[in-house]
């Protein structure tokens, strides 16, 4: 299944097991305070109560009296501890415990012989204690009053050294919240007690809501008010000295007048009837560490024939609103929908219906998600009990008394990758494959082998090339925040700011900013880089230069990229790259650097400079290893061996595959302009000739999908004899040679055909700057003159330029091209002409 719930703990098996073995090892203890004492027919009391934000589970069971037990579970430890019990049969609604373990708050109702909730004291139903348990001494009470009251300790971020004063939120059923004020001091050695437990100042947080909910984890809380007309979302963020700001006011697009009173991560409620969670609305927030808000909201069931949820993306602006077919339906299913969350993702899950998978750092376009239906497995895998998402992933089964961390299941994803043969299901798995990867280097190798065999399976957009900025995105995002919004993380690309915070609050507001802001989009893109290329490789062919400092300081980024390549990669690899300068590849490679540099640099602020242009190196290495990557996967599945680079011999299955696979990582790189490993276009352009027939070879040649680079040029000449096939190959390459590399090549090959370019070059040459000077009319013949007067003449006027002036010569060093040299060739070429 695509969700893997990892228990962290359970109440059968790391608290219930502890109890047996203390009732076996003495009998119950009735005292106040005293030890558990539990029967065998009252093990199904046992219940999870709270889970406070350093982890640890309050939970509660009762012995054969009805006494009621509290105690703890250390998550760190793994240990229990035994917390207070209460003589009385009581009901517990919610308990809380200080970060110290000293003071204890629970709130409880009376329960009658019929099973009926009745009134502790005259005009009261439920009683809000405080109970002092380092040692068990007082018991303070705090609240007795006709209505529900939940309770919950702040914690402080840092548990560094006992606090003076501890904050304990009051939440009431009449629709208010209130904060307590508690100070303790220590008497006798280790015993903590309430400093004045006559007078505990309280404050109002807030009022008149119908919701709230508690984030434990970064001690926030989220209520919506409805003072007015429009339902609005509030949020208050508590400090660790328990100071707390209303962080932001947010208007919601929906209806809770008339819903009731919902409380939400609270601890573990079983007044509401959970057996009939359809009828009731489903509103949840979720935040991550990246700067996330979003709101899922699922109204009322209206019926079962369909199902509609909406999401608030409130760190991007806008919402979305989703309506799920469910078809007919037995009456008696009455599964609420769950919201789970999955950090970088969020679960919309029915049982037994569907799991939609969302990602919510980038939610912009709708193939970023998956939507599995009944017809998948994964949605009976899941638990059909209710589960309540807490803080980050963990996720609590309340009814079963577990408590899971929620993982993306990478092996069942990888698979679903095989067999899916949706493009928008491959795009949605290939991102939460690389966004949850725990094992980054594992998932690019299963990803890249499934790539190698399924080039061409996607129609709507390209796999390379989604694969390689999506790999490139996630490896280095990590680095700093606001990555998200200055980096590419897909190929296709279809409220009052809060206060001044740090942390949480203000990636938060950096993600609003950007919604409002960012005209145009600061995503970075290659077209900076394209046109300066282009312009460095017209002034290259054109002889004008820039200056030394410039073109320095672009090898030298070409070379640091390329170290950092090679310090990443310590194993020897089978394809013939990184073995020659390539230097437009290289130029490419440096320029990126130097205006990706630029660009964090602009927009990055409060980066060290060395942090960014290390970041960079990384970040276009990664680029350049993903692509070496794919290579090296599918030379060594086909067994190639460096030696295919020699010529005069067919090409094989292996190969052809090879060699359409680099076409297409070809095509990918193009499209967004970016850097090939030196080497590639050679690799790619012998292949080539091994694998096209000549005239479609000549196609890839003048369309620009192969490259005659300077040393596979070099290579076809000196592996190909001259048979006929082959000099037309040699003959159709050498003319489509930039001259100055042609000029080199043609001396290469021991031909006719290249001493005729050579001679024609050469006259060229000396033409070039030629001034016509007055001569006799008398010629006087050469040595091995022949009998045709304007080859004569010819001749004679070479062979002055040629001693005249030497400088002229195209082939400086080189002294076997002379007149007679041409005189031969002019001859030969004649002759061919008039069929002699």
């Known amino acids: 299944m695509a969700l893997r719930l990892v228990s962290d703990f359970d109440l ?99 329960f009658t012989k019929e099973g009926r909730k009745n009134e502790l004291q005259p005009g009261s139903k439920c009683l809000t204690l405080l109970v002092e348990i380092h040692p068990v001494n007082n018991v303070k009470v705090l609240k007795a ?28 059923e009449e629709k208010y919240i209130e904060k307590f004020h508690i100070q303790v001091i220590q008497e006798d050695g280790n015993r903590v007690v309430l400093k004045d437990s006559g007078h505990l100042p309280r404050e109002r947080v807030a009022e008149d809501f119908v919701w709230a909910q508690w984030d434990m984890s970064e001690q926030r ?48 409620d079983d007044l509401q009837d959970q057996k009939n969670l359809s009828k009731h609305l489903t509103l949840c927030v979720f935040t991550n560490h990246t700067g996330t808000l979003c709101v899922c909201y699922s109204p009322k069931f209206a019926s079962w024939e369909k199902i509609t949820y909406s999401v608030f993306y409130f760190h991007k602006g806008h919402s979305k609103t989703f309506t799920a077919a469910l078809g007919s339906v037995d009456s008696h299913v009455t599964k609420g929908l769950t919201f789970l969350n999955l950090e970088y993702y969020m679960a919309v899950y029915l049982p037994g219906h569907f799991f939609h998978l969302l990602n919510i750092q980038h939610p912009d376009l709708i193939c970023h998600s998956l939507f599995l239906t009944g017809n998948n497995e994964v949605v009976d895998m899941l638990p059909h009990s209710p589960l309540q998402s807490l803080s980050g992933s963990l996720v609590l089964d309340w009814c079963s008394g577990k408590l899971y961390r929620a993982v993306l299941n990478q092996s069942y994803l990888l698979q679903f990758l095989w067999n899916t043969q949706l493009d928008c299901e491959k795009m949605a798995v290939l991102h939460c494959v690389l966004s949850c990867g725990r094992d980054p280097q594992f998932l690019e190798a299963k990803l890249i082998q499934w790539i190698s065999e399924n080039v061409s399976a996607c129609h709507s957009f390209d796999l390379i090339q989604e694969f390689i900025i999506a790999s490139s995105y996630w490896s280095i995002y990590p680095e700093t925040s606001n990555m998200d919004k200055l980096l590419p993380y897909s190929s296709v690309f279809a409220w009052d700011t809060v206060h001044s915070f740090k942390g949480y609050w203000e990636k938060l507001n950096s993600n609003l900013e950007y919604v409002k802001y960012s005209k145009p989009r600061l995503l970075y893109d290659n077209s900076m880089v394209q046109k300066e290329w282009h312009s460095l490789i017209s002034e290259e062919k054109t002889g004008r230069r820039r200056s030394m400092a410039y073109m320095r300081n672009i090898r030298e980024n070409a070379m640091k990229v390329i170290s950092n390549l090679e310090a990443r990669n310590l194993e020897p690899r089978l394809t013939p790259l990184f073995q020659e300068e390539d230097n437009h590849q290289r130029l490419l490679m440096g320029l990126m650097v130097s205006e990706l540099k630029d660009h964090l640099l602009r927009h990055l602020q409060g980066v060290e400079k060395k942090k960014i242009e290390q970041m960079v190196l990384d970040y276009v290495s990664k680029l350049l290893d993903l692509i070496c990557q ?145 001569r006799s009319s008398m010629i006087d013949k050469l040595p091995g003159s022949v009998e045709f007067l304007p080859l004569n003449y010819f001749i004679e006027i070479l062979a002055d330029i040629e001693s005249s002036n030497r400088a002229l ?25 008039l069929g002699l």
């Open 12 to 110: 059968r098996k790391d608290v219930l097991p502890r109890l047996r073995s203390q009732r076996a090892a003495s009998a119950p203890a009735g005292a106040r305070g005293g030890g558990p004492g539990v029967l065998e027919n009252n093990y199904e009391s046992l219940r999870i109560l709270n889970v406070e934000r350093n982890g640890n589970i309050i939970y509660t069971y009762k012995d054969d009296k009805g006494n009621v037990f509290f105690g703890l579970y250390d998550c760190r430890t793994r240990q229990n501890e035994h917390l207070y019990t209460f003589e009385k049969d009581l009901h517990v609604v919610s308990c809380s415990v200080n970060s110290e373990r000293t003071l204890l708050a629970a709130s409880l109702v009376h």
């Open 145 to 172: 009053v006709d209505s529900y009251i939940w309770v919950q300790f702040l914690y402080p971020h840092v548990e560094s050294r006992p606090l003076a004063e501890n904050h304990l939120l009051l939440i009431s």
């Open 221 to 268: 809380l989220y209520y919506i008010d409805l003072k007015i007309s429009r339902s609005v979302l509030k949020c208050i963020q508590f400090s660790a000295d328990g100071k707390f700001n209303l962080m932001f006011e947010a208007p919601l697009d929906i209806t809770l007048s008339d819903s009731g009173f919902k409380l939400v991560n609270f601890g573990c």
């Open 630 to 774: 794919i290579l090296e996967t599918s030379w060594r599945k086909h067994h190639l061996h460096p030696q295919l680079l020699h010529c005069g011999r067919r090409a094989s299955a292996a190969e052809f595959t090879v060699f359409h696979l680099m076409t297409r990582i070809l095509e990918a790189t193009r499209t967004l302009f970016l850097p090939l490993p030196p080497g590639f276009h050679t690799l790619h352009t012998m292949l080539g000739v091994h694998c096209l027939p000549l005239h479609n070879l000549l196609h890839y040649f003048d369309n620009g999908v192969l490259l005659l680079t300077e040393t596979a040029v070099t290579r076809l000449m000196k592996d190909l004899d001259n048979s006929e096939k082959n000099e037309k190959l040699k003959f159709s390459i050498i003319v489509r040679l930039p001259p100055l590399i042609g000029q080199k090549i043609c001396r290469l090959w021991d031909h006719p055909m290249s001493s005729n370019i050579i001679s024609r070059n050469h006259v060229r040459a000396l033409l070039l700057n030629y001034k016509k000077q007055p």
């Open 809 to 833: 010569l195209a082939f400086e060093g080189h002294d076997n091209v002379d007149a007679k040299f041409v005189e031969e060739a002019a001859l030969k070429h004649t002759t061919m002409l």
